[in-house]
């Protein structure tokens, strides 16, 4: 069995006095592509916002390849470069150009020669099929090609392991297909990702191993096709039906 | 401790001298305020109507009162109408036309700025639930318009008390001429009273303005 | 209108505009480093200086230039802290500005998504490179028009320098009136002075915020 990049033990999450996560455990291997599904509100963004350190934690811990990742510890900055996160509204920044969104993070913080980088971040450009807007400004792209933009700003750093948070939850529907493209793509070059989704043909096609986050924990947890056909529990099961519409009155054909 | 000159406050009726002062400028700013939010209603609400004459006189208004200081206009109003006109103004009369025309600008301008920033839409919902012109105005627009009318006009307000203070500087005797009365007059038996009774004024404007620009602020957040 | 007098009093009004114009820049470059320090220090939310900083905004914005500049030119000597008159004007200036400085700043980055922030975060960058290549430059970007009002508003609020003894603009003309009773011309050259100085930065300030408004980075 491949090595655990992340693992996250006894991990409990809590705003003011309300949990948001309780005692929940996960490793993610490498090469591993995990899916997080669940209701609105059960938890999945914040998940993934602690594994960053975007949001302190109130017990347990996570370590990536055995490195604590923690508020206060003074590497902070540096582990999360071997993290990359991509966000629901891809939150470009729209004062540099998608050229220079992309290069920021790896000249600053790893001192990565310009031209290098350049070179690098035009190829994957070219990749997603983005490499004529290098010099574009953000607001002239439209949705579905900034959340590109923004996976290549994140892959430019070369992180251990990516994290998705409901990238396609703000695109039109006719743009989802072209960013959920790009990461199918990254999951068969092998890349460790945890993807946070409400796309579930996605889900099903991407994922090596599906979880079920409610009420606070990991409900289930099972390879997709398990998963999507012989759910074992009772949430499990509420919670797909929740994507199948019925009409009762309906003559049947 | 050093001697602060504090006690020169306390001493015969020095204080209620400088509140008495405090209230020749606060009332100047006070009649001005009225005067500004009457008219300025009046003309916003007029001006609010794109491509109006008023819309034009508004801004060409603002425009002038704007780019002088403040402290030159009460210059051309106190020297200029004895010159012009051979009015003989006194600083008080000067001042408190000059601040009208000065906040009737503005509370027009803010008038103005509060009808138009609803958007269309709400007008036109409104009819097409079948309101009558009248009513939505007095229904949608108003509630909506003076909710981010009130607390601009308390800044103004504010503003103006502050900037009352200049018209010490055209002769009127107000709480900073009382002061420096005062410290003349005890310049033997306190030689510092200049730190203690400008520190007092300093206090008595903060106190006068910090609970309005506070009640603007807590408006502002509570109708967002 | 005396044209022979005005060319005779023109460089007595040349000095004093002057005047206004390098205490007015001077107070405003210090009111807009005082502004960045104390937004900062609100934005960084440190500990006893965040308090402080909240103090001094209200106290500079609740009171008007000429009682703070009377404080600190007739009062503050008797405690030992003396100042000429233009060192006078132009910390009085500060202080002033300094807390509309603050405000128009601490807004500009308030407006600044705080997931932005996060999104830079998540990249690697540290607080400090964050604030600078990310929030600092959207941040700008927002407080322009506002600085920019803070400018001509301070620029205006200069015209009181004259209560502290400074011979600027306000101080000449009242001095040519009251000795020569030239009111007329004196007037004039006033608004003319002051109209030289505010109108440019006025159009500056309109031509600004309109670039600002109707285009944002990439058009």
């Known amino acids: 069995m491949a090595e655990a990049v992340l693992s996250i033990s006894h991990l409990t999450k809590r705003f003011d006095d309300q949990t948001i996560l309780e005692d929940l455990s996960l490793e993610v291997r490498e090469g591993e592509v995990v899916v997080i599904v669940g209701s609105s509100g059960c938890g999945k963004s914040t998940l993934l916002r602690c594994i960053n350190a975007l949001e302190d934690i109130q017990g347990g811990e996570i370590r990536l390849r055995g490195d604590l990742i923690s508020h206060n510890r003074k590497n902070l900055p540096e582990l999360r470069q071997k993290i990359g996160m991509v966000f629901q509204n891809y939150e470009l920044f729209p004062h540099l150009t998608v050229l220079e969104n992309i290069l920021l993070a790896p000249v600053k913080t790893q001192k990565r020669s310009r031209q290098n980088v350049r070179e690098e971040a035009l190829a994957l450009l070219e990749r997603v099929g983005l490499k004529e807007k290098a010099d574009s400004w953000p607001r002239q792209l439209s949705g579905g090609q900034k959340q590109r933009v923004a996976i290549v700003r994140a892959l430019i750093m070369h992180p251990e392991i990516l994290l998705f948070d409901e990238v396609t939850a703000a695109l039109d529907p006719e743009m989802v297909r072209e960013v959920l493209d790009v990461i199918v793509n990254l999951a068969d070059q092998g890349k460790t990702m945890i993807i946070v989704t409400h796309e579930m043909s996605f889900a099903r096609a991407v994922a090596d191993r599906i979880i079920l986050l409610e009420d606070r924990r990991i409900l289930e947890e099972s390879d997709p096709e398990t998963f999507f056909t012989a759910p074992k529990t009772e949430q499990a099961k509420k919670f797909l039906r929740t994507f199948e519409f019925n009409r009762k009155n309906k003559a049947e054909a | ?224 | 209108m005396d044209w022979a007098y005005i060319e005779s009093v023109l460089p007595l009004y040349g000095k004093a505009a002057w005047l206004t114009l390098r205490t007015g820049t001077a107070g405003i470059l210090l009111a807009a480093l005082t502004g960045l320090l104390c937004a900062a220090a609100i934005h960084w939310r440190i500990p006893v200086l965040r308090k402080i900083t909240a103090a001094y905004v209200e106290l500079s914005r609740n009171t008007p230039l000429l009682v703070q500049l009377f404080f600190i030119y007739y009062g503050l000597p008797k405690i030992g802290i003396k100042t000429d008159p233009e060192a006078c004007g132009i910390i009085g200036l500060a202080f002033l500005g300094g807390g509309y400085m603050t405000e128009a700043f601490r807004s500009g980055v308030e407006a600044v998504d705080r997931i932005q922030e996060e999104s830079a975060l998540s990249l690697g960058l540290t607080r400090f490179q964050t604030f600078l290549h990310v929030i600092l430059p959207q941040a700008a970007a927002i407080s322009a028009p506002a600085f920019m009002a803070n400018v001509i508003f301070l620029m205006k609020e200069t015209s009181v320098f004259s209560a502290v003894s400074l011979m600027d603009l306000m101080f000449t003309a009242k001095d040519q009136i009251g000795l020569y009773y030239r009111t007329t011309e004196s007037l004039f050259l006033l608004v003319g002075a002051y109209l030289l100085i505010l109108l440019p930065l006025s159009l500056l300030g309109t031509f600004w915020e309109r670039r600002l408004r109707h285009a944002g980075f990439g058009t």
């Not at chain 2, 003309?43 to 030159?72: C, E, N, Y």
């Not at chain 2, 051979?86 to 503005?106: D, M």
């Not at chain 2, 200049?166 to 510092?192: D, F, H, M």
Request: some cysteine.
């Open chain 2, 1 to 224: 401790m050093p001697d602060l000159g504090l006690e020169v406050l306390w001493k015969g009726k020095n204080f209620v001298r400088l509140l008495g002062g405090l209230w020749v400028a606060l009332r100047i700013s006070l009649i001005a305020a009225g005067i500004s939010v009457v008219l300025g209603i009046l003309l916003g609400v007029a001006a609010s109507r794109k491509r109006s004459v008023s819309s034009v006189v508004l801004r060409v208004w603002l425009g002038i009162i704007h780019i002088m200081p403040q402290m030159v206009l009460l210059f051309l109003m106190y020297f200029g109408t004895t010159r012009l006109f051979s009015w003989n103004l006194s600083g008080e009369v000067a001042a408190v036309i000059v601040f009208s025309l000065w906040g009737t600008a503005e509370m027009g301008d803010l008038v103005r700025g509060a009808v138009s920033s609803i958007p269309a839409i709400q007008r036109e919902s409104a009819e097409a639930l079948g309101l009558k012109p009248a009513q939505v105005y007095r229904w949608i627009i108003l509630p909506q318009a003076v909710r981010r009318l009130i607390p601009q006009s308390i800044n103004l307000i504010t503003r103006m008390i502050k900037t009352t203070s200049l018209v010490t500087l055209i002769g009127v005797v107000e709480i900073l001429k009382v002061a420096q009365q005062i410290i003349e007059a005890n310049r033997k038996a306190s030689p510092n009273a200049a730190f203690g009774v400008y520190l007092a004024i300093f206090v008595m404007y903060y106190l006068a303005c910090r609970p309005l620009s506070l009640a603007a602020k807590k408006l502002e957040k509570h109708w967002r």
